[in-house]
């Protein structure tokens, strides 16, 4: 199993930019694909991004599309999604999520189901 530890969420302005971070542990950190999701307040959670196992391939959804930036260091065992130009909408609980199945190079929308494990969540909250 993989442990992962969400940081970085906080108070921002809207045009804002926050870099989280995601440390995980329990299992060999090249052998698994990173996502994020996030929760807004009263909301279903919803897919954002996923990083590779290898790190070299990415895939954002739409809504974060050119201001959201992922990657990971393998020496760290953490993934970093970098957010810029935040907006109101941005507001939301952010949980980076496991994939053990894919191949190294695949990145792609991660359905919840194929999800392997989650971390606690950090809240992002945007102020206009």
């Known amino acids: 199993q993989v442990q992962l530890v969400e940081s970085g969420g906080g108070l921002v302005q809207a045009g804002g930019s926050l870099r989280l971070s995601c440390v995980a542990s329990g299992r060999t950190f090249s052998n698994y694909a990173l996502g994020w999701f996030r929760q807004a307040p009263g909301k279903e959670r919803e897919f954002v991004a996923t990083?590779?196992?290898?790190?070299?391939?990415?895939y954002y959804t739409d809504s974060v599309k050119g201001r959201f930036t992922i990657s990971r260091d393998g020496a760290k065992n953490t993934v970093y999604p970098e957010v810029n130009s935040l907006k109101p909408e941005d507001t939301a609980v952010y949980y980076c999520a496991a994939d053990f199945r894919s191949s190294s190079t695949w990145a792609g929308v991660l359905r919840q189901d194929r999800v392997d494990a989650w971390g606690q969540g950090t809240l992002v909250t945007v102020s206009s």
């Open positions: 990083i590779s196992a290898s790190g070299v391939t990415t």
